[in-house]
């Protein structure tokens, strides 16, 4: 599929007004081959939240960004398949990522079961965000998700 919009900050619109934060968002026609986009999509803008802005972003932050959109982007593939808008914002340590599917179906956590085979997904998510919400849309659900960009005591997150 293709990637329909991106909309990144430059180094002459590098924050939205008076927020302090960072933004971006894109626009798939979700199939199993935009997952690695959207992984993509996340990898730069943190790069560029990194060197352009000036923000903090741990290699486990970068790394855990990217395995939620994964996660994330899976689920829309795998039940929601068509288009698909991920927001995401830096700011005061965190990482916001915001995903829109059309799918009405809310996704809910599976009891922990070492024997199963797949369907672990939300429970990675939960595992390693700040935060997970979930919201019911007039078309489809929005799924939002914080993820520290510090790793120790200031960002609340220690390596595993």
Not at 19 to 42: H, K, N, P, Q, W
Not at 94 to 123: A, C, F, K, N, Y
Request: with cysteine.
């Amino acid at each position: 599929m293709e990637l329909l919009m991106a909309d990144r900050a430059t180094e002459q619109d590098p924050q939205a007004p008076g927020t302090g934060s960072v933004l971006a968002s894109a626009a798939y026609d979700m199939g199993s081959g935009e997952i690695a986009r959207a992984r993509g999509f996340v990898r730069e803008f943190l790069a560029d939240a990194q060197s352009l802005h000036g923000l903090a972003v741990s290699a486990r932050a970068m790394d855990l960004a990217q395995l939620v959109v994964s996660e994330l982007a899976t689920n829309v593939c795998k039940y929601a398949p068509g288009p698909c808008l991920l927001d995401l914002e830096a700011g005061d340590g965190l990482l916001g990522i915001t995903m829109w599917d059309s799918g009405s179906v809310l996704p809910t956590s599976r009891q922990t079961d070492p024997t199963r085979m797949g369907q672990h997904g939300l429970e990675i998510v939960l595992a390693v965000c700040e935060s997970f919400e979930v919201r019911r849309e007039p078309v489809g659900k929005r799924v939002r998700v914080r993820i520290s960009l510090l790793d120790g005591p200031q960002g609340g997150s220690t390596a595993w």
